[in-house]
């Protein structure tokens, strides 16, 4: 079983920048592919940025060069770097955890994040 918590949300102006932590325990950490996802009011939930288990990454069109997803296994956390954050940001962002092997599949309870003057 893992357990994944997100933290850093909050509430930025346009422009500005979040940096979310989700940090994993219960299992081990290097095995999992991570991700982030997020839900805005109205919308389904949609991927924002994943890390494979060897550090490649995938954005969504809306992120790129915006954001930065990193991980670090020695702390079992991944980060999401993000920047020039715009209204349409705003959503529950939520951790996402993937056995390379079993697939077996997580979800952390996500955390807010506002993008608003």
Not at 15 to 35: K, N, Q, T
Not at 58 to 79: E, P
């Amino acid at each position: 079983q893992v357990q994944l918590v997100e933290s850093g949300g909050g509430l930025v102006q346009p422009g500005g920048s979040l940096r979310l932590s989700c940090a994993s325990s219960g299992s081990i950490f290097s095995i999992y592919a991570m991700g982030w996802y997020r839900q805005g009011p109205g919308k389904q939930r949609e991927l924002v940025a994943t890390i494979s288990t060897s550090g490649s990454t995938v954005y969504a069109d809306s992120v790129k060069g915006r954001v930065t997803i990193s991980r670090d296994n020695a702390k079992n956390t991944v980060y999401l770097q993000m920047n020039s954050l715009k209204p349409e940001d705003t959503a529950v962002y939520f951790c996402n955890a993937i056995h390379k092997i079993h697939r077996t599949e997580y979800w952390g309870q996500g955390t807010q994040v506002t993008v608003s003057s």
